[in-house]
């Protein structure tokens, strides 16, 4: 499964962005899916997930009521909708696919595909 993650870009604080991350090859309909983010100099954090069907859906704290993670799995694509955006929100934004049914979503160990990660900027 490789996954392509695209939408980041440079926005004032306050604007949005859409995040998509599309995937290519496996069945992407029986993967859950979540958003991490590594800023410099700082270890790489959970975001947000969502189940394989979409129905569930997990935030951070510092992300909850902001950010909103969807799916279309006819297109193999996950979205990550950010309004609001803060000047802390500045970070690489990767995709990752996990394919085990249980377990954590908010843990990136448990994530066994990788996309290359997006730039997301935000100026103050």
């Known amino acids: 499964v490789q996954l392509q993650a695209f939408g980041g870009g440079l926005v004032q604080a306050g604007g949005s962005l859409r995040l998509s991350c599309a995937a290519f090859g496996g069945t992407f309909s029986m993967y859950a899916m979540g958003w991490f983010r590594q800023a410099p100099g700082k270890e790489r954090e959970f975001v947000s997930a969502?189940?394989?069907?979409?129905?569930?859906?997990w935030y951070a704290d510092s992300v909850e009521g902001r950010f909103t993670i969807s799916r279309d799995n006819a297109r193999k694509t996950v979205y990550l909708q950010m309004n609001s955006l803060k000047f802390e929100d500045t970070a690489v934004y990767y995709c990752a696919a996990d394919t085990a049914l249980y377990g954590s979503k908010r843990d990136q160990t448990r994530y066994d595909y990788w996309g290359q990660g997006t730039q997301v900027t935000v100026s103050s």
């Open positions: 969502i189940t394989r069907d979409g129905v569930s859906t």
